[in-house]
């Protein structure tokens, strides 16, 4: 039998590891329950979901508390941070009742779905000062991220147009599509914050929609495929293309495009194995199917990042006023959509 001595270094770093629990437990609650129940600076302290189900199978599955509702959770003084990953609506009170009991936030994007409501959750935090995070996760994919940094390292010079490519492999059901705000503050949000993230500022968005794919989605008022063309205060222009659906898996590429030169993102598969034979050549896996399998290393790390904050007193690169900007961008292209007309930001 092996006895395991707990040294004191081990000790120590047990006391540091951060008590975070998780608010929500379905499709990406779950997945970044699994991340924080392996992250070694982590204890997943507690999970809880309004289906006692939901919470019980992840809280079953790691071997962690389901707690009795989100006030318990909030009341723990143990608890120090806590994950949003409920549904969209929910996300605003629970950030508010969070940063009143003192708790660090990672939540979900986006924030909300209009304005008004984001103002209003600004307000009521403004002065309690949490340390917040808004889950962008793309900003931490490790290609994105080099795209980013060799880009401001100069390697492309002035840059002047970027291209950003995100088709779902399919479409949501109909009644997600109603309830999602739309596919601008749903979807597209993830790459106006890409743009902002590589361009800063945008300050015109001009966009056309359409309904290619499923006429449910046209009937819920939204659009399944949309075009939208974005000019930075830096005079660098930018090109959205989003597809709620796409036959060959999720597609998500990244192009910036400089003066000196061109740096690209390109999908992710499987293997790198490629087939050759007599009816075709260069055959790769099809690309890897939806978000949790594409940005598995991009949630870990954004988890990981949020972590690291807490630990090191930083602030989380992704803030609040990340998330308001990027439902601003949604909101002007959902008015170009509409109106057919540029919209110009301040
Ligand atoms: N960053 C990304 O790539 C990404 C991907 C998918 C979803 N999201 C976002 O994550 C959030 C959740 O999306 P999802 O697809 O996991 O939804 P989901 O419906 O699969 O899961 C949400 C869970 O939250 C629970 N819930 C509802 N109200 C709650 C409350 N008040 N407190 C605690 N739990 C509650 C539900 O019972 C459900 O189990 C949304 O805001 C969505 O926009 C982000």
Redesign the pocket.
């Known amino acids: 039998m092996t006895v395991r001595v707990f040294g004191i270094a081990e000790g120590v770093r047990e006391m540091e590891r951060i008590a975070i629990a998780l608010?929500?437990?379905?499709?990406?609650?779950?997945?970044h329950a699994r991340v924080l129940a392996r992250h070694p600076g982590a204890r997943l302290a507690a999970v809880?979901?309004?289906?006692p189900k939901?919470?019980a199978e992840t809280a079953g599955e790691l071997g962690v508390p389901a707690a009795a509702s989100?006030e318990a959770v909030l009341a723990d003084p143990g608890i120090r941070a806590v994950l949003?990953?409920?549904?969209?609506?929910?996300?605003v009170?629970?950030i508010v009742a969070a940063a009143r009991a003192g708790k660090a936030i990672l939540?979900?994007?986006?924030i909300a779905l209009d304005m008004e409501r984001v103002r209003a959750c600004e307000q009521a935090i403004a002065g309690l000062t949490p340390t917040i995070m808004l889950?962008?996760?793309?900003r931490f994919d490790p290609s994105f991220a080099a795209v980013r940094q060799r880009a401001q390292a100069g390697e492309i010079g002035r840059v002047e147009q970027v291209v950003i490519t995100s088709r779902d492999p399919e479409p949501p059901p109909a009644d997600y599509a109603a309830a999602?705000g739309g596919i601008f503050r749903?979807m597209t949000i993830?790459d106006f914050d890409m743009a902002r993230s590589l361009l800063g500022d945008i300050v015109e968005v001009q966009t056309m929609g359409a309904c290619l794919i499923d006429p449910a989605i046209g009937a819920a008022g939204d659009y399944d495929s949309v075009m939208v063309l974005l000019r930075a205060r830096s005079g660098a222009l930018a090109h959205i293309n989003n597809s709620r659906r796409s036959a060959y898996g999720y597609d998500q590429r990244l192009e910036m495009f400089g003066a000196k030169g061109m740096l690209v993102a390109e999908n992710r598969r499987a293997t790198t194995v490629r087939a050759a034979t007599a009816s075709a050549t260069e055959c790769a896996d099809p690309v890897l199917h939806f978000?949790?399998e594409r940005?598995a290393e991009a949630?870990a790390t954004?988890v990981g990042h949020f972590i690291d904050c807490l630990q090191s007193g930083a602030t989380p690169a992704v803030g609040f006023t990340d998330g308001v900007e990027a439902l601003r961008l949604a909101d002007a292209a959902e008015e170009s959509a509409r109106t057919g007309k540029a919209v110009r930001l301040g």
């Open positions: 608010l929500g437990c379905g499709r990406i609650g779950r997945m809880y979901d309004v289906l939901a919470a989100a949003i990953a409920s549904p969209t609506p929910t996300h009170d629970l939540c979900e994007k986006p889950g962008f996760n793309r999602s749903d993830h978000f949790i940005y949630y954004e």
